[in-house]
């Protein structure tokens, strides 16, 4: 379901080929309208953003990043080496941190010494990602626990067409001695904001 009105924003932008673009998604808003009705979200834009276009989706408080494929990517059959495909994932979920909890990934590892490791995957590679292809991640969470949280992945290309979905489990740890502990309020709230059942 798409929420009318000014619903919701998010904007980050990094510029190197080996990080991550986020594209600026305005859910349930017309294109020609967005520059007026950003502004009747409430959210700052930071300065010195770039819009990358507009892709209406269904889930209303998706993180929505993206990325090239570039040549270290590949494997002998000219297509994205599988295990690159979950290494871009890995990018992608740090980068979700700041846009759910407004928190880096590092400082949050490192100074507060909580981090999330990952439990259990299930994964479906639906279509082949090839040279100079775009990523287009749409990243939520579909369940939050006491000590764990379910994300989900769906990897578009340029064309829109799925080609790689997955969900991943989890597990809040204490850094220090890498031992389960309960998801800090602190965070848990903006996990919460980005809680969405399905597509």
């Not at 700041?98 to 639906?126: K, L, N």
């Not at 287009?136 to 000590?147: F, L, P, R, S």
Request: aromatic letters at 12%.
């Amino acid at each position: 379901m798409v929420i009318g009105g000014p619903a919701a924003i998010r904007t980050r932008v990094t510029g190197s080929a080996n990080q991550c673009d986020i594209q600026a998604t305005l859910w349930g808003l017309n294109p020609p309208n967005y520059a007026r009705d950003i502004s009747a979200t409430g959210f700052a834009v930071r300065r010195k953003a770039r819009f990358h276009g507009y892709m209406p989706i269904g889930i209303c408080m998706a993180v929505n990043l993206q990325r090239r494929v570039d040549y270290p990517m590949l494997d002998s059959a000219n297509i994205a080496y599988f295990p690159r495909i979950y290494d871009l994932a890995h990018r992608f979920f740090e980068e979700c941190w700041d846009e759910m909890c407004e928190i880096s990934y590092p400082e949050m590892i490192e100074q507060r010494r909580v981090g999330f490791p990952v439990v259990h995957i299930e994964t479906d590679f639906i279509s082949p990602l090839r040279y100079g292809d775009t990523v287009h991640a749409h990243i939520w969470i579909e369940k939050v626990g006491t000590k764990s949280c379910t994300w989900a992945y769906r990897f578009y290309n340029q064309d829109r067409e799925l080609v790689w979905s997955s969900s991943q489990v989890t597990v809040c740890v204490n850094m220090d001695n890498l031992e389960p502990i309960r998801i800090p309020d602190w965070l848990r709230s903006g996990l919460e904001n980005h809680l969405e059942s399905g597509e």
